[in-house]
């Protein structure tokens, strides 16, 4: 099995403005061994940046950290800053921390509701009350995540009589109806057919604008296809951030190659 030296690193200067990056993150799920090591890295605005590597590497732990989701299950230190402010503290509200970074999960998860009841359970919590900002909150959503004409006459129906790939589209607008600046997914494809896939990253695609969007996935096409950056992970170190550009055609580290060109390991 191939070595490689965890402490060569390459980091690409990013282009563009950012409101969101980290700084140093390690997080622990025992005391004395981190299984994310000082990772840093600069997400900028109206991107997609892909995380990639084997499993086990890393990346859905690193992704799980930036809006605290391991907070319950892990220690977490170094700072993630979101517009300016370190959110990685014992006084920040990680529920509005939840609420402008949002987060999609690998299988996809509605409740077991009507599709306008899964939409509007978020924004009812923050406050929203008006009814027709409720519709037009519906509308709106769906229609980012171009699921509105397939719905639109069933939004009373259970969200769970929708296929798979309609079920995690949904997941997405959820998400997006309490209008977050960050979009977290966790390899939201995975369990997809190829036809849902395609649909799932003509979303993202549109969804980018005016967002920063931050995916894992296994899947070295999808990055290619539908990100501008990715990050390379390995063994709890992530090893390699460049733009998606330079993929295939000339990574910077020879692990990096390796990974992508299946003779890794």
Request: hydrophobic letters at 40%; charged letters at 25%; proline letters at 5%.
């Amino acid at each position: 099995m191939k070595t490689y030296d965890l402490n060569e690193t390459y980091t690409v200067a990013v282009a563009g403005p950012s409101i969101f990056h980290t700084e140093k993150v390690c997080v622990y799920y025992r005391p004395d061994k981190p299984s994310l090591v000082e990772t840093s890295l600069i997400f900028p605005k109206n991107q997609i940046a892909a995380l990639i590597g084997p499993s086990g590497s890393g990346k859905s732990t690193y992704l799980r950290c930036l809006n605290r989701m391991n907070d319950e299950v892990a220690k977490v230190t170094g700072k993630i800053i979101y517009d300016d402010v370190d959110i990685n503290t014992a006084t920040t509200d990680v529920y509005r921390v939840r609420q402008k970074i949002g987060m999609v999960f690998q299988h996809p998860n509605p409740f077991a509701r009507s599709i306008r009841e899964n939409l509007l359970l978020a924004p009812k919590q923050y406050g929203m009350k008006d009814k027709q900002e409720m519709d037009a909150t519906v509308e709106r959503v769906l229609k980012d995540v171009a699921l509105w004409d397939e719905v639109k006459d069933d939004l009373d129906k259970s969200a769970l009589a929708l296929s798979g790939g309609q079920q995690q589209r949904l997941c997405i607008a959820r998400t997006l109806a309490v209008d977050p600046d960050i979009l977290l997914l966790d390899e939201p494809a995975s369990a997809l057919d190829p036809l849902s896939t395609a649909k799932l990253e003509e979303t993202l695609a549109r969804l980018k604008e005016g967002r920063t969007i931050i995916i894992v996935t296994h899947n070295l096409e999808q990055a290619s296809r539908i990100s501008n950056y990715y990050a390379f992970f390995h063994m709890g170190h992530m090893l390699e951030y460049n733009e998606t550009a330079t993929m295939f055609a000339k990574p910077h580290l020879q692990a990096t190659e390796d990974y992508l060109t299946g003779s890794f390991g």
